[in-house]
T-cell receptor
Framework: KAGVTQTPRYLIKTRGQQVTLSCSPI?????VSWYQQTPGQGLQFLFE???????NKGNFPGRFSGRQFSNSRSEMNVSTLELGDSALYLC?????????????FGSGTQLSVL | TQLLEQSPQFLSIQEGENLTVYCNSS?????LQWYRQEPGEGPVLLVT?????EVKKLKRLTFQFGDARKDSSLHITAAQPGDTGLYLC???????????FGKGTTLSVSS
């Protein structure tokens, strides 16, 4: 069974640009969550999608957005990039919405904003 | 806002030593999960504890959930270099909202 796939693996952008990250969950998983990981703040929750609907949203500005498609694949978009957006962006999938569910993480997309 | 505090932040030990990592909160969680993350990879779930006072063992790793479900600990016996990594605890509150992660404990085991 294939794991969670995130693309691209690495990205380098400049301030002001926008970026789209992709996540393909494990087959059969309908929930996809996104986290931002930085050395100083650890893993911070961005949002969760279940059956194409945003179920939960973290405390991030509106520049961060996401969506989920009918095949459960998800994308997140960051517009008007800032230096502080440099981080590892992790996607996790689960069978059902978060709670006591086991999360399966991808390897992440390392975003560097110059 | 619910917070999970992990300690210590960094731990560097020799192979064969024992260690304990702590995860504390002032809030009650319906469950706590422990993950290990290796460089360049995403976190991998080690265990989920649900019942207050619960103890789970995974080979040389022992996980405990506090009686009041506000804290948890991870004890590693006879650490090995393969145990090196970032250990993260994550809590789920009773409303079933998003998992809250601690900032993690970076463990380095040298041979």
């Amino acid at each position: 069974k294939a794991g969670v796939t995130q693309t691209p693996r690495y990205l380098i952008k400049t301030r002001g640009q926008q970026v789209t990250l992709s996540c393909s969950p494990i087959s059969g998983h309908r929930s996809v969550s996104w986290y931002q990981q930085t050395p100083g703040q650890g893993l911070q929750f961005l949002f969760e999608y279940f059956s194409e609907t945003q179920r939960n949203k973290g405390n991030f500005p509106g520049r961060f957005s996401g969506r989920q498609f009918s095949n459960s694949r998800s994308e997140m978009n960051v517009s008007t990039l800032e230096l502080g957006d440099s981080a590892l962006y992790l996607c996790a999938s689960s069978l059902a919405p978060q709670g006591n569910e086991k999360l399966f993480f991808g390897s992440g997309t390392q975003l560097s904003v110059l | 806002t619910q917070l999970l505090e992990q300690s210590p932040q960094f731990l560097s030990i020799q192979e064969g030593e024992n260690l304990t990592v702590y995860c504390n909160s002032s809030s009650v969680f319906s469950s706590l999960q422990w993950y290990r993350q290796e460089p360049g990879e995403g976190p991998v779930l080690l265990v989920t504890v649900v019942t207050g006072g619960e103890v789970k063992k995974l080979k040389r790793l022992t996980f405990q959930f506090g009686d009041a479900r506000k804290d948890s600990s991870l004890h590693i016996t006879a650490a090995q270099p393969g145990d090196t990594g970032l250990y993260l605890c994550a809590g789920s509150n009773q409303a079933g909202t998003a998992l809250i992660f601690g900032k993690g404990t970076t463990l380095s085991v040298s041979s």
